[in-house]
């Protein structure tokens, strides 16, 4: 039974560009979530999809978005890169209403 | 809005110790979720344990143990006879129970290094 899966694991961008990261839930989940990992901090909640709509945002400008399809993968679009987006981008499944969530590995985005 | 705060950014024992990791959080729900998560070099967060606010109940698990007191508002990790492969960094996290949805709202972390 696979996990939580990103892709990609690493990408580097240069500054106004945009990037699209993907995430496939574990079976069996319906629900995904992403975060925002800056060195040092702890995970910042992005937002979080449920029946391919967005039904929680955390304090992120309107640059972050998202989709989720049908089969319950994810995808997170940041427009605009800045400096500042330098981050881990941690995805994380489980089922609406049983409130605990598995984690993937993560994707390390460098913006240059 | 809710807040979780870990005090401690490192901790530093030898091993065999006993150790506890402080979490102290905020909320104006009745009903919460409380959560830790360890975080190893990897990367990947690994679920420990969650808690309900409705349950005051202590917690073992092998060398792991917690101790939630709403009254204090804190939600300790303690790790009784600590071993280097416990050496990650520590999340706390609290989820409202509003809406259906559960985003996580994590500390800071607590880096935990366990000394030969």
């Known amino acids: 039974d696979a996990g939580v899966t990103q892709s990609p694991t690493h990408l580097i961008k240069t500054r106004g560009q945009q990037v699209t990261l993907r995430c496939s839930p574990k079976?069996?989940?319906?629900?995904v979530s992403w975060y925002q990992q800056a060195l040092g901090q702890g995970p910042q909640f992005i937002f979080q999809y449920y029946e391919e709509e967005e039904r929680q945002r955390g304090n992120f400008p309107d640059r972050f978005s998202g989709h989720q399809f049908p089969n319950y993968s994810s995808e997170l679009n940041v427009n605009a890169l800045l400096l500042g987006d330098s981050a881990l981008y941690l995805c994380a499944s489980s089922l609406m209403g049983v409130r605990y969530s598995f984690f993937g590995p993560g994707t390390r985005l460098t913006v240059l | 809005a809710q807040k979780v705060t870990q005090a401690q950014t490192e901790i530093s024992v030898v091993e065999k110790e006993d150790v506890t990791l402080d979490c102290v959080y905020e909320t104006r729900d009745t009903t919460y979720y409380l959560f830790w998560y360890k975080q190893p070099p990897s990367g990947e967060l690994v679920f420990l344990i969650r808690r309900n606010s409705f349950d005051e109940q202590n917690e073992i698990s092998g060398r792991y143990s917690w101790n939630f007191q709403k009254s204090t508002s804190s939600f300790n990790f303690t790790i009784t006879a600590s071993q280097v492969v416990d050496s990650a960094v520590y999340f706390c996290?609290?989820?409202?129970?509003?809406?259906?949805?559960?985003?996580?709202?994590f500390g800071k972390g607590t880096h935990l290094i366990i000394q030969p």
């Open positions: 079976s069996g989940h319906d629900t």
């Open positions: 996290a609290l989820s409202e129970a509003g809406g259906g949805a559960d985003g996580l709202t």
